[in-house]
């Protein structure tokens, strides 16, 4: 199957500080990718869909200028959660869309934002 | 409101026992997947069914896509310590473009 590799998968930061994680589709090309949000013991909740070369699609209720998605590249998009507070603490995944189907989503390792 | 409605929410069952996970919608789907997540790492695909009635076996689980595409299930035979996890299925509505994620079913196999 495709790779998708993210990057860091554990950080902890001060409040008021911002965050960047990276996404990186290793063997193939992303033109669309997607980063998650999970609580602890629940499912993921898609927070915005990263489009190649314009500007991210957010699901409701989630702050675009709280979380900034960049997908400057068709390996590459990036998720800044600015002005971090404790509430952002959480598990971020990101997938991208690749393989034999478009519909079939490969997923990065995630990354434990810790906010102190 | 979740679109995608899994049940049951927990199981923990003994080792050698067999399981069925239900993922319920009212929309249809082009295509539904089924993913495995550990603690700590990212959802790890599993199936995905495209056809309605299609059934896709692999090793001890079996997935069905319901005739309507409207829904999926997981029956897992002769469980075992190794199946425990996170079970997600998930279904692209072709017009949004986009994953979205049932609700999890956090399944527990006791040896």
């Known amino acids: 199957g495709a790779v998708v590799s993210q990057h860091p998968s554990r950080v902890i930061c001060k409040s008021g500080t911002s965050v960047k994680i990276e996404c990186r589709s290793l063997?193939?090309?992303?033109?669309?990718m997607f980063w998650y949000r999970q609580f602890p013991k629940k499912s993921l909740m898609l927070m915005a869909t990263?489009?190649?070369?314009?500007?991210?699609?957010?699901e409701q209720g989630v702050e675009k200028d709280k979380f900034l998605i960049n997908h400057a590249s068709l390996t590459l998009s990036t998720l800044t959660v600015t002005s971090a507070h404790p509430e952002d603490s959480s598990f971020y995944i990101c997938?991208?869309?690749?393989?034999?189907?478009?519909?079939?989503?490969?997923f990065g390792q995630g990354t434990r934002l810790t906010v102190v | 409101t979740q679109l995608l409605e899994q049940s049951p929410q927990f199981l923990s069952i003994q080792e050698g026992e067999n399981l069925t996970v239900y993922c319920n919608s009212s929309?249809?789907?082009?295509?539904l997947q089924w993913y495995r997540q550990e603690p700590g790492e990212g959802p790890v695909l599993l199936v995905t069914?495209?056809?309605?009635?299609e059934v896709k076996k692999l090793k001890r689980l079996t997935f069905q896509f319901g005739d309507a595409r409207k829904d999926s299930s997981l029956h897992i035979t002769a469980a075992q310590p190794g199946d425990t996890g996170l079970y997600l299925c998930?279904?692209?509505?072709?017009?949004?473009?986009?994953?979205?994620f049932g609700s999890g079913t956090r399944l527990s196999i006791r040896p």
């Open positions: 929309s249809v789907f082009s295509s």
């Open positions: 063997d193939f090309q992303a033109t669309t």
């Open positions: 997938s991208a869309n690749g393989g034999q189907r478009d519909t079939e989503a490969f």
């Open positions: 998930a279904g692209d509505r072709s017009s949004a473009s986009k994953i979205i």
């Open positions: 990263s489009n190649e070369g314009s500007k991210a699609t957010y």
């Open positions: 069914v495209v056809t309605g009635g």
